[in-house]
């Protein structure tokens, strides 16, 4: 009896020379679901329909076509036990060798609604309809029976499988279909995990709400060189259909590293809070995940230049993000100076042609730079930790002047501006900040204070008037009193120390401006 092979595949990529090659190479029969069975057939292909294999119609609009004995006996009978060959026979059921299936486009469904403007909520029902239900059965059931069954659920696996054919007499080896089951429960966790993240979604829109249970998966889309060091290794892996840095255009350069999208997702983080039609035009530069520079002006070029002279030695081998499309008046800027990424929302055609002098500076263009995960996600010894993204500024409006001396509107501006970049600085953090650009920041530091000296003298002169922020409350009035002895004129914190009188009278004694914002940003 000839070997049967079950196709349903919603991707039909590679399908047809696949199955002529199955027919006519190595003598199978065809089984096939609807959508599947009328193109092999129109290929010239002789192909049994499930319907008529089976001896069961479709119904319910075809959510039901495989879900039967004659197809799941086939796929887990044991070849090697008596008694499931008895069941075979005396059910008429014919042994299935080969399954060849994919899934219906659950994540491409979504990822189509999401480029259109359509919530996870509005759009649920649609998303519904792709959950798939025979596919993920028939590829489990000959996922389990890997010892008797190959089944592939990838169009890639399609060269390697006729390979095996004709290395092993037609029956590929053990190992092959071992590794082919391995890669249908990695799929059907990635799959369902996005089921379960979309209805999440859909009953969660903020993500304020964490999940009980942790889905956690990728498909590998590349591997890096080395992680953070050479003798680590590293996968960059893709969740879901190609959106955030996975669905950005790479314009030029070497390839990107495991460094390299760290700095970028850190440069994108800083960047979103800076984009909107309220927003003026935006640089920041980043350098080990730290901001040494970033600056807002009339022109791109402008914001550019501020943040770079903000701190040009940390600039040297940086990240440069921009919340507006890169023109050729910034574009020959950058090219002054050693970088290893560029990220903007686009690119005007005469930007790029000037940065082909740079071939190895990494030019990205992403479109949505404010699209970002929901949830921040870390390892630990036997688990995760898992938070909602830190999403949260809050409103000038709700912020608490508590100082005798009142800000202007101007002053208010500035401190926002200061506020938002200290959100972005590694805990310790202090931020100071002169005409809407870093003039010094003190990044990571095991106590305020020290972390307040290191961003008062590098701002050195240029504190003189400036706007301090920092992203915790100032547990004694020392680093207040430091800032006041540097020039500093207003201070933005969050407040909530049992000692916050202590700093609110040394201001006032001092002539400061200080406002709570009565929200911290701590960033380990």
């Given at each position: ?137 028939m590829l489990r059931a000959a996922a389990k029976n890997f010892a008797h069954v190959t089944v592939l659920c990838h169009s890639q696996q399609y060269d390697a499988y006729l390979q095996e054919l004709t290395d092993h007499n037609g029956q590929p080896s053990l190992a092959f279909r071992q590794g082919c089951a391995q890669q249908v429960f990695a799929l059907m966790a990635a799959y369902d995990g996005a089921i379960a993240t979309h209805l999440t979604q859909a009953t969660n829109p903020t993500g304020a709400d964490l999940p009980q249970q ?27 259909a190609a959106q955030g840095w996975a669905g950005a255009t790479q314009l030029q350069g070497k390839a990107l590293s495991y460094n390299n999208l760290v700095d970028l997702e850190a440069a994108r983080r800083i960047i979103a809070e800076f984009v909107g039609p309220d927003q003026p035009p935006t640089t920041a530069i980043l350098k080990h995940n730290n901001p040494c520079g970033i600056a807002q002006a009339d022109q791109l070029v402008t914001a550019y230049q501020k943040a770079l002279a903000a701190d040009s030695i940390s600039a040297f ?208």
């Amino acid at each position: 009896m000839a070997p049967l092979a079950l196709l349903s595949t919603s991707d039909k990529t590679g399908l047809i020379p696949f199955a002529q090659r199955l027919v006519n190479d190595y003598g199978f029969a065809l089984v096939s679901s609807g959508g599947t069975a009328k193109v092999l057939q129109e290929a010239g292909l002789a192909v049994t329909k499930v319907a008529d294999h089976t001896g069961a119609p479709e119904i319910l609009g075809g959510r039901v076509k495989t879900l039967h004995p004659r197809v799941h006996g086939g796929i887990l009978a044991r070849r090697d036990l008596a008694s499931d060959q008895v069941d075979l026979q005396e059910n008429d059921i014919q042994a299935i060798d080969l399954v060849v299936v994919n899934l219906y486009p659950f994540e491409q469904t979504i990822e189509a609604q999401q480029s259109q403007g359509v919530t996870p909520a509005d759009g649920l029902t649609e998303a519904v309809e792709q959950i798939d239900i025979g596919g993920p059965t028939m590829l489990r059931a000959a996922a389990k029976n890997f010892a008797h069954v190959t089944v592939l659920c990838h169009s890639q696996q399609y060269d390697a499988y006729l390979q095996e054919l004709t290395d092993h007499n037609g029956q590929p080896s053990l190992a092959f279909r071992q590794g082919c089951a391995q890669q249908v429960f990695a799929l059907m966790a990635a799959y369902d995990g996005a089921i379960a993240t979309h209805l999440t979604q859909a009953t969660n829109p903020t993500g304020a709400d964490l999940p009980q249970q942790l889905q956690i998966s990728g498909q590998a889309l590349q591997t890096l060189r080395y992680g953070e060091n050479p003798h680590q290794s590293a996968i960059w892996y893709q969740t879901g259909a190609a959106q955030g840095w996975a669905g950005a255009t790479q314009l030029q350069g070497k390839a990107l590293s495991y460094n390299n999208l760290v700095d970028l997702e850190a440069a994108r983080r800083i960047i979103a809070e800076f984009v909107g039609p309220d927003q003026p035009p935006t640089t920041a530069i980043l350098k080990h995940n730290n901001p040494c520079g970033i600056a807002q002006a009339d022109q791109l070029v402008t914001a550019y230049q501020k943040a770079l002279a903000a701190d040009s030695i940390s600039a040297f081998g940086g990240i440069v993000a921009l919340n507006r499309a890169l023109d050729a008046a910034t574009a020959r800027e950058l090219t002054k100076l050693f970088l290893e990424c560029i990220v903007a929302p686009d690119c005007d055609p005469e930007a790029l042609e000037i940065l082909k002098a740079k071939p190895n500076i990494r030019l990205l263009k992403l479109s949505n730079l404010t699209q970002g995960p929901s949830m921040t996600v870390k390892a630990i010894a036997g688990g995760w930790l898992a938070q909602a993204a830190d999403e949260t500024l809050t409103s000038i409006s709700d912020w608490q002047i508590v100082t005798q001396v009142k800000p202007t509107e101007a002053q208010l501006a500035e401190m926002m501006f200061a506020w938002k970049v200290s959100k972005h600085v590694k805990s310790n953090a202090i931020v100071v900040t002169r005409d809407h650009t870093t003039v010094g920041v003190g990044a990571g530091q095991m106590n305020r204070v020290g972390a307040a000296k290191i961003a008062l003298n590098q701002a050195d002169q240029k504190a003189q008037g400036a706007t301090l922020a920092s992203d915790g409350f100032f547990p004694f009035d020392d680093s207040v009193r430091t800032a006041a002895a540097a020039g500093i004129t207003a201070i933005v914190q969050p407040g909530g120390s049992i000692r916050d009188q202590d700093s609110i009278t040394a201001a006032d004694e001092l002539g400061l401006i200080m406002a709570f914002t009565q929200t911290r940003h701590f960033l380990h």
